[in-house]
């Protein structure tokens, strides 16, 4: 089974850029497509963008289209979540996890999750 870790969470001011990393052991990461979840405090895990294996299809929700940018470097076991021009709205603690299954939307179909790393956007 494949362990992730991300990292690269902070506190940030609003209008701000992170970049989380998820990195994986234990099993190659090109086995899976690789999705960002997150979950704000009260809130349901939301999806917010999945990674193919090869990298060549990306997939979004329109809350975080044109700002976020996932990427992935097999030869380094990682994918990356680029997040500009954050808000408030997107504080949350982010996951990164694995699936062989083709429907991403939903967490029942990961099969691996990392322990996620807090992301804080002030106003």
């Known amino acids: 089974q494949v362990q992730l870790v991300e990292s690269g969470g902070g506190l940030v001011q609003a209008g701000g850029s992170l970049r989380l990393s998820c990195a994986a052991s234990?099993?190659?990461?090109?086995?899976?497509?690789v999705a960002w979840f997150r979950q704000a405090r009260g809130k349901e895990r939301e999806f917010i963008t999945a990674?193919?294996?090869?990298?060549?299809?990306?997939y979004y929700v329109d809350s975080v289209k044109g700002r976020f940018t996932v990427s992935r470097d097999n030869a380094k076991n990682t994918v990356y979540l680029q997040m500009n021009s954050l808000k408030p709205e997107d504080t949350a603690v982010y996951f990164c996890a694995v699936t062989i299954n083709s429907d991403y939307l939903s967490p029942s179909n990961y099969d691996s999750w990392g322990q996620g790393t807090q992301v804080t956007v002030s106003s």
């Open positions: 234990g099993r190659t990461l090109a086995t899976y497509a």
């Open positions: 990674i193919s294996r090869s990298g060549l299809r990306t």
